[in-house]
């Protein structure tokens, strides 16, 4: 993980510790995490987004901290984990005549895309088929 992505773990791992001793407004997330407001208030909204925070019903702009420690724990497990990457490879000198099942060769001029590894293998375009019928498989 990049050093930035480790800081912001930390950071929100700092936020919930603090938040379980009482609820937070984005000044105070400020003052904790010595960051700006812009940054506290992405900090807060995205503990909402993720369910662990709600918003303090008596005081407004404030977060508490969800009630079930178990959701709270669920989701400080889940800062660590990583996904799944495929790497993508542009140099000539990085190639090789085996490279395995999770290979993607990019061209220098390709545009960036989603990649999708669970979909259906290359096939021909239906339309290209109607027009010069079905692929050889032998091809």
């Not at 995490?33 to 807060?44: G, T």
């Not at 800062?79 to 190639?95: D, E, F, K, M, N």
């Not at 109607?130 to 091809?139: D, E, K």
Request: aromatic residues 4%; proline residues 6%; hydrophobic residues 45%.
């Amino acid at each position: 993980m990049s050093p930035a992505s480790l800081r912001r773990i930390d950071n929100i791992r700092r936020l919930v510790m603090a938040l379980a001793e009482d609820a937070m407004a984005p000044a105070d997330v400020v003052r904790l995490l010595k960051v700006s407001d812009r940054a506290a208030r992405n900090y807060l909204e995205a503990l909402a987004l993720a369910g662990v925070g709600q918003l303090d019903p008596s005081r407004r702009s404030h977060l508490q901290l969800h009630r079930d420690p178990a959701v709270v724990d669920a989701y400080l497990a889940s800062l660590g984990v990583r996904t799944q990457q495929v790497s993508l490879r542009r140099s000539a000198a990085r190639h090789c005549t085996n490279p395995g099942e999770r290979f993607l060769h990019v061209l220098a001029d390709d545009m960036r895309f989603p990649l999708d590894l669970h979909q259906r293998p290359a096939g021909r375009d239906p339309l290209v088929a109607a027009l010069f019928g079905a692929a050889c498989p032998n091809r």
